[in-house]
């Protein structure tokens, strides 16, 4: 069974930083792409960063250049340092392959962006 736990939110002022952590386990880690999505308030959830197999990466328009995903297959850990973040980065992240696994989403973690 697919388990998987952010970790790493919180109340940041607009241009601070934030690195999330999303540990995985339950698959074969290092063969499988694995995304960060969010899901702001009243809006659905988005694909923001991905990273295949290969590390190859890529980002929605919003948040690229300010984001950065990574991995550790060792450790089966994704992350995703944000830089420069906004307002409108606001949301509940979560972490999942890519494509997502519909049921094994896991509680996210909530980044509030406020001064």
């Known amino acids: 069974q697919v388990q998987l736990m952010e970790s790493g939110g919180g109340l940041v002022q607009p241009g601070e930083s934030l690195r999330l952590s999303c540990a995985a386990s339950g698959m074969i880690f290092s063969r499988t792409d694995m995304g960060w999505y969010r899901q702001a308030p009243g809006k659905q959830r988005e694909l923001v960063a991905r990273i295949t197999q290969l590390f190859r990466t890529t980002y929605v328009d919003s948040v690229r250049g300010r984001f950065t995903i990574s991995r550790d297959n060792r450790a089966g850990v994704v992350y995703l340092q944000m830089n420069s973040l906004k307002s409108d980065d606001t949301a509940v992240y979560y972490c999942?392959?890519?494509?997502?696994?519909?049921?094994?989403w896991g509680r996210g973690t909530q980044v509030t962006v406020s001064s």
């Open positions: 999942n392959s890519y494509p997502a696994i519909d049921n094994s």
